[in-house]
Structures are given as structure tokens and as C-alpha cells.
């Protein structure tokens, strides 16, 4: 992954931040349409140029029609992370609500994905039905928020914001060209 290859040429530290996309989404998900309706948005267009970037950085992007609430997905994440599978659990669930369209705030669908990359689903299910991540994800909600996050992904390196799915290239250049890589957070 991009990221990862960042991280190895730069010796860099990347500090995960979860981001509230769409929190108002309720648990069963959303219809894409109904989510966007009355915003002015061409989701045809909108899908179309998502597909463009996708294939330009090797992302499998599926044709999804709905939207799921990824809080529990999120809480979930900060779990994983303390079990050393952080990267490895972002990816899954990238790839089960993106290129996939699975609900990644179902309980069983979570669970799937956490035993996908070797965590325990009975252990996973006490970690979201139980809250223990609740305050964690809060934090990092309130850090976009004064970070300017508004969508994802989005990389913050020295207080430049570089937004969306961007070439390597793109992503090195926000590095070098302040002079120092000490961290990205």
C-alpha cells in the first residue's frame, strides 16, 4: 500500500485519525440517493471520477447504492490497532464496504471481518456492543474537526491537508517539499 511504502521511505510514524462520515446514517444504511438528495450532486458523475481515482491508485471500488454508519467499524479499528492488526483491519473493512457494500455497522458483518484477519469474534463482539471505544473515537471525531478534516481520506502533515485518493507521487511531494519528515500524523 501507498501508505506503507510513505512510511518506509520517510522512516516516518502515521498516527490514524477516524473521521465522522456521515454519522446520521442509521445502522441499516442509507440509499446513496436518499443520502444526497437535494445537495445539488451528480452521483453519476460523482461515481464516475471516484472510479477514475480508484483505478488510478489500484483501489477496488465496487457500485455501491447504499451507505452504512462506520462508527462501530471505527471503534472496532481502535481494537484492532491495540492487537497489532490495525492496518490489516482498516484494510478489510475498506474493502468489505467499498469494493464489497457490506454493511460495516452490522455486528456479524464486524465480527466476520475481525476473524478475516485473525482476531477473536467473540472478543471483537464484547468491544462493540460493550462501548470500550466510545471515547477514543470521540477524540479522534473532534481531532478532524479541528484538523479541517471534511472528507476522507485525507493526510495532515505539518499543517497542510492533502485530500483524497492521491497518486504517490502527490503524497511524497506534501513531504519533501516542507524540508522535513520527521512525522505524519
Do not use: C
Request: glycine share 8%.
Amino acid at each position: 500500500m501507498r501508505i506503507e511504502q510513505l512510511r518506509r521511505e520517510f522512516d516516518l510514524t502515521l498516527q490514524h485519525t477516524v473521521f465522522p462520515l456521515h454519522p446520521e446514517t442509521p445502522a441499516e444504511g442509507m440509499e446513496l440517493d436518499d443520502l444526497f438528495a437535494g445537495r445539488g450532486f451528480d452521483l453519476d458523475a460523482m461515481f464516475h471520477r471516484l472510479r477514475q481515482v480508484a483505478d488510478e491508485v489500484a483501489l477496488p471500488l465496487g457500485n455501491r447504492t447504499r451507505t452504512f454508519n462506520s462508527r462501530r467499524a471505527q471503534e472496532l479499528g481502535k481494537w484492532a490497532e491495540q492487537q497489532g492488526h490495525g492496518d490489516a483491519f482498516r484494510n478489510a473493512v475498506y474493502h468489505a464496504y467499498f469494493a464489497e457494500g457490506r454493511n460495516i455497522s452490522a455486528i456479524n458483518e464486524l465480527t466476520g471481518i475481525a476473524a478475516e484477519v485473525e482476531l477473536p469474534p467473540v472478543e471483537a463482539r464484547d468491544v462493540i456492543t460493550s462501548g470500550r471505544y466510545t471515547a477514543e473515537v470521540d477524540a479522534d471525531w473532534q481531532r478532524a474537526r479541528s484538523l479541517g478534516v471534511t472528507a476522507v481520506p485525507t493526510l495532515h502533515y505539518q499543517g497542510n491537508l492533502l485530500v483524497g485518493f492521491t497518486p504517490y507521487s502527490t503524497m511524497k511531494n506534501l513531504i519533501t517539499r516542507s524540508g522535513s519528515w520527521a512525522r505524519v500524523d
